[in-house]
């Protein structure tokens, strides 16, 4: 198939292209930065200057949307939530319009959202059924789903990815989370007790093949690893798996004066579970929080 890919640059496309390549798929990506997603890429990948200057997607089989700004680098002024909703929002409304005027459209959209769909819900075990709490990271992530969704139709089935937090051996959020670890500092973040979901790349990648391959399949879909762990188990572990203390708590207060609202992205948490993929037949490999850490720290 040849497959068309936004955010192709990002963690996650730079882990699915080679496999993509690998089974045999020919794979486009929309980019901003030809020259650097070239240094970035498999040369056997072609590159777009961004997606205005097509008509349509005729000749496209597969499309997978990962773009977006960086939810978490910066403080949110209201400057920059308008920014981390327009770079979801914009390309996701272009892709889709290009859809509608194909007269041969792709045969899927697989649109990212994330786990901030449903907002800080504490210990409230959540599938896809349950709806989200209305504060703005279920805002940005809804409306994102929404324009997604625009696009299905009897020839084209939309799914969409409420992503946890990937682990992967470079980049990501695992990145900043160790460096404190490192520095012999690390341990929980406010009370501990907030749910993290997390998915290990590898799992991650091929949730998304199982996706593709599976025509049937459509709707959301919680991109996490089975067995959701709170902060304070998730922290104990890392500094386990990195021969380092875990004992040093970062104060409520403290996260909160760095990152202002942003802050409910480490002192909120999600207790997810991946319904839909488990009950579509989908196995994890990395189910063990402990094990998947050993593999990627």
């Known amino acids: 198939m040849h497959l068309l890919i936004t955010g192709g640059t990002g963690l996650i496309g730079r882990h699915l292209i080679p496999r993509l390549l690998q089974i045999g798929h020919q794979v486009s990506v929309v980019t901003r930065d030809v020259a650097a997603a070239r240094e970035k890429l498999d040369a056997s990948v072609a590159l777009w200057s961004?997606?205005?200057q097509q008509t349509d997607l005729n000749g496209i089989d597969g499309v997978i949307n990962l773009a977006g700004e960086p939810i978490a680098d910066k403080r949110w002024t209201e400057q920059q939530k308008q920014r981390l909703c327009e770079s979801r929002w914009q390309i996701t409304e272009q892709l889709v319009s290009l859809i509608h005027a194909s007269s041969n459209p792709p045969q899927f959209l697989i649109s990212g959202s994330a786990t901030g769909f449903y907002g800080d819900?504490?210990?409230?075990?959540?599938?896809?059924e349950d709806p989200g709490h209305d504060e703005f990271t279920h805002a940005l992530c809804a409306r994102w789903e929404q324009l997604a969704l625009t696009a299905q139709s009897d020839r084209t089935r939309v799914c969409l990815m409420r992503t946890g937090v990937v682990l992967a051996k470079e980049g990501g959020a695992l990145s900043k989370m160790k460096l404190p670890f490192k520095l012999?500092?690390?341990g929980p973040i406010g009370s501990g007790k907030q749910y993290l979901p997390?998915?290990?790349?590898?799992?991650?990648?091929n949730a998304m093949l199982w996706l593709i391959d599976h025509a049937e399949l459509r709707g959301p879909f919680n991109m996490v690893a089975p067995y959701a762990v709170r902060n304070e188990q998730f922290a104990a572990t890392l500094g386990h798996v990195m021969?380092?203390?875990a004992f040093m708590r970062t104060p409520a207060s403290a996260i909160k004066l760095m990152m202002?609202?942003?802050a409910v992205l480490v002192l909120g948490g999600q207790h997810v579970l991946?319904?839909?993929?488990?009950?579509s037949g989908f196995g994890f490999r990395w189910y063990d929080l402990e094990e998947?850490?050993?593999?990627?720290v």
Do not use: N, Q, Y
């Open 274 to 279: 991946p319904k839909r993929l488990e009950e």
């Open 260 to 262: 202002g609202e942003s």
């Open 184 to 186: 012999g500092v690390g």
């Open 198 to 205: 997390w998915i290990h790349i590898d799992d991650l990648v």
């Open 243 to 245: 021969h380092r203390p």
């Open 121 to 128: 819900t504490g210990d409230l075990v959540l599938t896809e």
């Open 50 to 52: 961004g997606i205005h």
């Open 292 to 296: 998947a850490l050993r593999d990627v």
